[in-house]
């Protein structure tokens, strides 16, 4: 089945304790994405990868780090995570950018729901 | 600076029909999608527009006017599990996808 997976999908955890939210997709998908999702806001883009070995930063990076080593896993890492990084995170893939068509259509993971104390 | 605006909130009875706007402002246009979501879930691709005019898919239809920033969703026939949130999302000229709120639609019996 294709699809988009996340671990764990929910962690509790506290202040400075370093943490990896993992994220694979069997898709074969060039593009991945980073998102975290908090009441009232939309989605907020944390990095982005438009391919293995390219990352870049989204509208809100800081705290965050990101690893794109191979096409499949696109691993978020919160060195020292603070309450304020309390959220839902998703992961997205897509086939490709830059197309401009339906193909850019992004699939997302179940999310995971991070509360850090 | 890039904006969305969608309503918050709407409210519909079973059966009806709805309208869902959004207005978009983006630095370059590379198409538009609508995604749903259902609470604590993930979102899930619902319609992609690139060109003016209107995509129908079933119970669900999108429209586009680029010259005016413009898209709606229209939802026929709605059903209790059509209860979600409705997010807007323009590719701006970098390909990102920006990102509305949402809008919450609550069906009524």
């Known amino acids: 089945e294709a699809q988009v997976t996340q671990n764990p999908r929910y962690l509790i955890t506290v202040t400075g304790k370093k943490l990896t939210v993992t994220c694979s997709q069997n898709?074969?998908?060039?593009?991945m994405s980073w998102y975290r999702q908090d009441p009232g806001l939309g989605l907020r883009q944390i990095y982005y990868?438009?391919?293995?070995?390219?990352?870049d930063k989204g509208d809100v990076p800081e705290g965050y780090k990101v690893s794109r080593k191979e096409k499949r896993n696109f691993p978020l890492i919160l060195e020292s995570p603070s309450p304020n990084q309390t959220s839902l995170y998703f992961c997205a893939s897509s086939p490709r950018l830059a197309g401009g068509s339906s193909t850019d259509t992004q699939y997302f993971g179940p999310g995971t729901r991070l509360t850090v104390l | 600076g890039q904006n969305i605006d969608q309503p918050t909130e709407m409210t519909a009875t079973e059966g009806a029909i709805v309208q869902i706007n959004c207005t978009y402002q983006t630095s370059g246009f590379n198409g538009l999608f609508w995604y749903q979501q259902h609470a604590g879930e993930a979102p899930t691709f619902l319609s992609y527009?690139?060109l003016d005019g209107l995509e129908e898919k079933g119970r669900f239809s999108s429209f586009l006017s680029r010259s005016k920033g413009y898209s709606y969703l229209l939802l026929k026939e709605l059903q209790m599990k059509d209860s979600a949130s409705y997010l807007c999302?323009?590719?701006?000229?970098?390909?990102?996808?920006?990102w509305g709120a949402g809008t919450k639609l609550i069906i009524k019996p």
């Open positions: 990868s438009m391919n293995v070995e390219v990352t």
């Open positions: 999302a323009p590719m701006d000229s970098n390909y990102q996808l920006i």
């Open positions: 898709m074969n998908h060039e593009y």
């Open positions: 527009n690139v």
